[in-house]
């Protein structure tokens, strides 16, 4: 079975903490035998007799709040889809001098039409991004932290930006996964 990235939204930081165990706790309840985390914030790679399917990102999610009581997205790529987002990464040089700056936002689904000029609108600082299949590549060349762009993204009330992780992880996580 080749392995899933299965990437969590929004946990270890403001008081929802998922401590490794349990996403490992987590991938044993669903059948996957060898799972794998990263880092503190919510990755978890997925090999194991089970079987991935279309309803994974949902399994995680019901089996999560199942077992902790927390309910939260999952973001799920194949090790296929993560080499394709890798590949067409459209920011080379940012990556060679600010890796840390440029994020991966991987979603559920394309950017709804409408949102991309929405979106472009809200940027109010030096922010760029380009729409990949499922995520948006964004990089942030000053500073992620006291940007405004997430903030006034939401305030749009368009879809979520979904969950992000800097360029170095997805990396990590390819290593992971042997790509």
Do not use: C, Q
């Not at 794998?36 to 995680?60: C, Q």
């Not at 993560?82 to 991987?106: G, M, Q, T, W």
Request: cysteine-free; glycine content about 8%.
């Amino acid at each position: 079975m080749s392995p899933h990235i299965a990437l969590l939204r929004g946990v270890n930081v403001g008081g929802r903490k998922v401590l490794k165990d349990d996403l490992l706790g987590l991938a044993k309840d669903l059948g996957f035998d060898d799972a794998k985390t990263l880092l503190a914030s919510g990755n978890l790679v997925l090999w194991g007799k089970a079987e991935a399917d279309a309803h994974l990102e949902k399994r995680l999610e019901d089996g999560l709040e199942k077992r902790m009581g927390l309910r939260t997205e999952f973001f799920v790529r194949t090790s296929a889809e993560l080499k394709a987002i890798i590949d067409a990464n459209p920011y080379p040089d940012e990556v060679r001098s600010h890796p840390n700056h440029l994020l991966v936002h991987f979603m559920k689904a394309p950017l709804p039409d409408g949102d991309e000029a929405t979106l472009r609108a809200a940027i109010t600082g030096p922010e760029t991004f380009k729409v990949g299949t499922r995520e948006l590549y964004i990089d942030y060349p000053e500073d992620v932290g006291h940007s405004m762009l997430d903030r006034d993204w939401k305030k749009t009330k368009k879809s979520p930006l979904g969950t992000a992780r800097n360029w170095n992880t997805v990396l990590k996580l390819a290593a992971m996964v042997g790509l």
